[in-house]
């Protein structure tokens, strides 16, 4: 019979090498896995340098307490203390509750030795009460053996931000920090876009408890609403969690309710419509589990506390949502809640042709 | 002739001192690896890494065990030459390595992260998580696949004590195992794309097909057994069934059998 010239050595030195492929992928994998526990078991090694990046996250969610880095236990917990002394007020106000709910706090970068640290916490609404959770970011420094706790809003948080050396906030990130600390309530940024793709039309509706809206339909794709720098809060595993985008004029939008979240790093910048994740019922930070369809959460942030969304203008359409009932008007349209509300993209005109921005690439799975 | 037993014991020599020298560059590179993570790039490459595993090990375990069963259904199958049954074969216990290996990444990383417990590695649905029921299918699906896995590498003791049934139905288990796991992947974790359940689905379907193929074969092979096996006495019976059970293989295929192993020995005769 007639066979190939390599043909003639027959099928077994290819099977050989398939087999040997085989094994040294699982060698390879094994390896990797080692390493894992390795660091799984002795912690992760704090860089003098305060080299890692997002890399220190801990977790301290009473749920999933896992070991973090030596010495940052008793920053994660002076965080909450302070979370929870300071923010009394404001979680009575906006949950009806005396007792503050354990603040889930990350570190996005710790320089253990110069004793620096930089994270976001949340405050997930009791369970019996359906909020948003009440969010921030922090600076903190040491002295001594104790942590000076700055939360975003107050002085405390600018004073630091200016001395925190370059490692642990990047110069790029200060300004729009700074900006986010002090932005007063009531200052809404120009030139937002509805949170997906120009041309659809999605279901809006006022959130209850909390100046926000709930929307899903489309491709469930959120993108972001204007330009500006994102930060993951109650990043617990990667691609969940709440996402903070602080426009130049130091508002943030916030994105609750998303999955499949981008994987840029804390503080990364991100375009206006760019992808940041997609409508689920995930709420990562604890609280009620979310009833009904998936649906994202939108709402305004400043340092100091939700911004009322009421007269704020996104993508040429007006919001109200006086008096616990919402509706958006465009020069004589009006749509009321819970019908769909088409996006005409950053076109503040009249003209009722949509014009797509860019896609992003679509991610796969 | 003393030439040939010569190299048979260099042959014989030669794979037990490869065996010392590969164990030994392998803790070398363990400590290597181990020493590396400490380090503050090694860590950073370290976290990468266990990132990439805890979204993919999953999605590649059962990537793996989907072409492991397709794999080992092309090598059993009759309908597929035999040269390339050769190549299946290997492919099928390559794949098999490959998606247990993940398999134990994919777990211990759900144990680490704290989206399983340790109880759920034995125990089906007792995590107590939002999804237990899905998370329990994994538990299951995955102990069918250490089964299957550990029957197919002891394969050899099943076939020497005249049990090849017994081995047969271990690794038939195989058939469970997959469709169990399918639904957990596609439930348990992160919403899978349409493209991803229509990939599954229809990768099922295939299989069902191809299977029922085999199974049917097996079928009428067996009832040409018995009609052979009423001609012939008692004693050459036993000889028949011991050849196959599973059927006579036919004239043509022994004779590309022998063709094949004539080309790797190298011997025509």
Known sequence: MARPASGRRGMMPLARLIGRLGGLTAVLVGLTLCAIVQQEVTGRPMAQSATQRSAAAVQSHPAARVSGPPGTTPLIDQVQATVTDQWAELVHSAFGVEKVPQPDVHLIWVDQA??????????????????????????????????????????????????????????????????YGTAKSGNPPKGLVLPWHAGQSWTVQSLANTSGLRF?????????????????????????????????????????????????KDGASVRRGEYLGQVSTDRPCGG????????????????????????????????HTDGGSFYADRSGMRVESGNPLLNFGTDPGRSSAPRPPAAPAPRSS | MKHRELSRQVARAGPRRWKVLRAVLLCVILAAVLAGGATDRGSAVVILSRDFLEFYSGVFALVGLSAVVVAGLAASGRFTPVRLRILAQSGHRALAVMSMSFLVVHVLLKVLEQHATMLDVIVPFMGGQERARWIGLGTIAAEMMVLVHVGGVARSRFIGRGRPWAWRVLHLIAYLCWPVAIVHGLNAGRAPKDWVTLSYVACLALVAVAALIRFVLWLRGRGKVRRQAGRVTARTTRHVSGIGAHGIPDEEFWAELKHEAQLWTGSHR
């Not at chain 1, 330009?227 to 969690?241: E, I, T």
């Not at chain 1, 009620?288 to 359409?317: C, K, N, Y």
């Open chain 1, 114 to 179: 110069g004793g620096w640290a930089f994270g976001t916490c949340a405050v997930p609404p009791p369970p019996d009460v359906d909020a948003m959770p009440q969010v921030s970011l922090f600076v903190a420094r040491r002295t001594d053996e104790t942590w000076r706790i700055g939360l975003a809003g107050t002085e405390d948080f600018g004073r630091l931000l200016r001395d925190a050396p370059e490692a642990v906030i990047p110069a790029e990130q200060r300004p729009l920090l700074e900006q």
């Open chain 1, 216 to 264: 899903a339909g489309g491709d469930g794709r959120v993108l972001a609403s204007g330009p500006g720098r994102v930060y993951r809060l109650c990043a617990h595993s990667p691609g969940r969690g709440m996402l903070l985008l602080i426009h130049p004029n130091g508002t943030a939008t916030e994105y609750y309710q998303v999955t499949d979240l981008t994987r840029v």
């Open chain 1, 288 to 319: 009620p589990s979310a009833q009904g369809p998936a649906a994202a959460s939108f709402t305004l942030l400043s340092g100091d506390g939700a911004v009322s969304l009421d007269g704020v203008e996104i993508g040429g359409w007006t919001l």
